[in-house]
């Protein structure tokens, strides 16, 4: 028995740090997709980034298509995760419609956004990579959908709710892009307030 815990004791450290070698490696290719686009984020760029051998990351992930289409799923769901966090269930988040398009609207303008978007250029012209992108921002549509709905308070059976919710989430995707040319930030801000104000109207 002593065995089976000692083995069982040092497994669990090298999980623990193979936990930090992958989440290590989704950060560093998210941070090379916003800094450097697609065709400078290769395997070894991201790896030196990230402090590891090239080997390791392949361990973890064998093909570039792997590791960065894993990355920003892996940021997405942190990020939907975040964005969730700032208002916790049973706060009456509803009744501050202006704090939750802020935060819609962050989740569209920060360096997520920044890497998805070289990610979907890049899935425009490489056919390996499409259908997983594809499939990728589908779901995290979906997902960032639903979040916008539930930190609303807003019945989706309502004719014209779910277009309205939709419509703010184009527009903060919209934000996103311009964002990505120049700051952007004091006109975003009177957009926000503008939008709070709409959703008021129509959601209510």
């Not at 290769?42 to 390791?56: C, K, L, W």
């Not at 639903?146 to 184009?170: I, K, N, W, Y």
Request: glycine share 8%; hydrophobic share 45%; charged share 25%.
């Amino acid at each position: 028995m002593g065995t089976v815990n000692a083995a069982r004791t040092a497994k669990a450290p090298q999980q623990e740090r193979s936990r930090a070698t992958r989440r290590g490696l989704l950060e560093a290719a998210v941070a090379c997709l916003a800094d450097h686009g697609w065709a400078g984020s290769t395997v070894a760029v991201v790896a030196e980034r990230a402090g590891v051998s090239r080997g390791a990351a392949q361990h973890h992930f064998p093909t570039r298509e792997d590791l960065f289409t894993a990355a920003v799923e892996h940021v997405a769901e942190e990020r939907s995760q975040a964005l969730r966090d700032l208002f916790p269930a049973g706060t009456g988040v509803a009744t501050d419609r202006r704090a939750v398009v802020a935060a819609v609207v962050d989740l569209y303008t920060g360096p997520l956004f920044r890497a998805a978007l070289h990610l979907w250029v890049a899935a425009s012209y490489e056919d390996q990579l499409r259908a997983r992108v594809t499939e990728l921002e589908a779901r995290v549509g979906r997902e960032s959908h639903r979040t916008a709905v539930d930190l609303l308070g807003v019945d989706e059976s309502v004719p014209g709710v779910r277009e309205t919710v939709q419509g703010l989430l184009d527009m903060a995707r919209g934000l996103g892009l311009a964002t990505l040319l120049s700051d952007d930030t004091v006109r975003r801000e009177r957009v926000v307030d503008q939008w709070a104000e709409l959703l008021d109207e129509a959601l209510d």
